[in-house]
């Protein structure tokens, strides 16, 4: 769904550049080792029911909401939050499983999505009522968001941008103009924007915004694609945000990218999917069945 009321940002990005020199020494991290099983998960705004569903469709838990993924690597690619009413119980499942896995030598990683950036900023205009009444109502949500609130710590503390083995995730894309910082370094970059209220970062044009990999023509997606996962040492970007056509994550750029928002919420379309790579080969796991997708050249 559109968000024509949120802002957008032309502010040069010349200082944040400076300011991030150290970052920057290299454009990313050497790449990870690829994990036997990746999962990735998109928006999933506030629907528990929703979360649990994309989550069993990858056998990541059992009917009691227990981790059963074994080494399995999570991603959620943020937007956990706003326009339905379980935002607090997805996030509380989230930061369960994320201590769960670990014991057993997987891992589970949330990502900021532009929804979790907004409610930061205290921009609550797409919270439900119920939502808000789980927090205990309006006020106490805020405070529970701010600096010194449990979740808004949490939440301050995610990453925008993780690369996975060869495999690069991010709630909207990683555009052209921000590449250059690298991984760690775009993360320092929102970080420091969030502290500071605001910045071009947070914008239409910045990572948690981008919707040029899913909407552009797909010749000039795909070159930017490739200048972008060169950059940052990586063959794959997945992304959400952008909500897919027939409720099924969709490969462009002979699988470069790939689109996993489906509308999973009950607020959205209500319709669940979750992405596995396994050993580079990526599949949509959707309720009706296994759909392969294409794979990046090595």
């Known amino acids: 769904m559109p968000d024509a009321h949120r802002p957008t940002y032309s502010a040069p990005r010349a200082l944040l550049v400076c300011a991030l020199a150290v970052a920057q020494i290299a454009a990313g991290p050497p ?88 409610n930061l900023q205290g921009d609550c205009l797409s919270a439900t009522a119920g939502d808000q009444a789980a927090f205990g109502g309006p006020e106490a949500r805020r405070t529970a968001l701010s600096p010194r609130g449990a979740y808004g710590r949490r939440l301050r503390d995610l990453d925008a941008v993780v690369r996975v083995g060869e495999t690069v995730f991010v709630h909207a894309g990683v555009p052209r103009e921000w590449a250059s910082l690298g991984v760690e370094g775009i993360n320092e970059a929102v970080r420091q924007a969030l502290a500071a209220g605001d910045g071009p970062i947070l914008g239409k044009k910045g990572p948690l915004w981008y919707r040029g990999y899913l909407r552009d023509p797909e010749a000039e997606a795909c070159r930017e694609a490739s200048d972008v996962l060169g950059v940052l040492g990586a063959r794959r970007m997945v992304v959400g945000h952008t909500v897919q056509d027939g409720g099924r994550p969709v490969a462009r750029c002979q699988g470069a990218v790939v689109g996993i928002d489906t509308g999973a919420s009950r607020a959205m379309r ?16 959707l309720p009706e069945g296994v759909v392969d997708l294409p794979d990046p050249a090595p």
Do not use: C, F, K, Y
């Open 270 to 285: 209500g319709m669940p999917s979750a992405l596995e790579i396994v050993r580079g080969d990526a599949r949509a796991l």
């Open 31 to 118: 790449a990870s080792a690829e994990p036997e099983r990746i999962v990735a998960v998109g928006d999933l705004h506030g629907d528990a029911a929703a979360t649990r569903t994309a989550l069993r469709l990858a056998d990541l838990i059992g009917p009691d909401d227990r981790w059963t993924g074994g080494t399995t690597v999570l991603v959620q690619t943020g937007d956990v939050m706003d326009r339905a009413d379980d935002v607090r119980t997805i996030l509380d499942l989230l930061d369960r499983l994320e201590e769960e896995a670990s014991a057993v030598g997987g891992r589970v990683i949330q990502l900021l999505g532009n929804h979790e950036v907004l």
